[in-house]
Nanobody, 116 residues
Framework: QVQLVESGGGLVQPGGSLSLSCAAS????????MDWYRQAPGKLRELVATITQGGNTNYADSVQGRFTISRDNANKTTYLQMNSLKPEDTAIYYCSARIGESPNHWGRGTQVTVSS
């Protein structure tokens, strides 16, 4: 059974940092590209960051320079380090695993709230 489980969300003040984790099970992790998405209330889900099987990364313009995606193949975990957080970063953050262009598997999400 495939599972992606996000953790690390919470409430943080503007300018603060959070580190999200996504633990995978039931998949041959190293053959998947891993993505982080987010969905704010009333908005469409948007792609935030991507890391390929080989470790190449890509970011949405809105988080470039503030967020860092990484992966640990041995522990089947993907991370999203989020620095200099802004209120507009408030959303539910989801990780996904994909082999092609579209996600094959999704996690249930973790809430990130940036507020003073």
């Amino acid at each position: 059974q495939v599972q992606l489980v996000e953790s690390g969300g919470g409430l943080v003040q503007p300018g603060g940092s959070l580190s999200l984790s996504c633990a995978a099970s039931g998949i041959f992790f190293r053959i998947y590209a891993m993505d982080w998405y987010r969905q704010a209330p009333g908005k469409l889900r948007e792609l935030v960051a991507t890391i390929t099987q080989g470790g190449n990364t890509n970011y949405a313009d809105s988080v470039q320079g503030r967020f860092t995606i990484s992966r640990d193949n041995a522990n089947k975990t993907t991370y999203l380090q989020m620095n200099s957080l802004k209120p507009e970063d408030t959303a539910i953050y989801y990780c996904s695993a994909r082999i092609g262009e579209s996600p094959n598997h999704w996690g249930r999400g973790t809430q990130v709230t940036v507020s003073s």
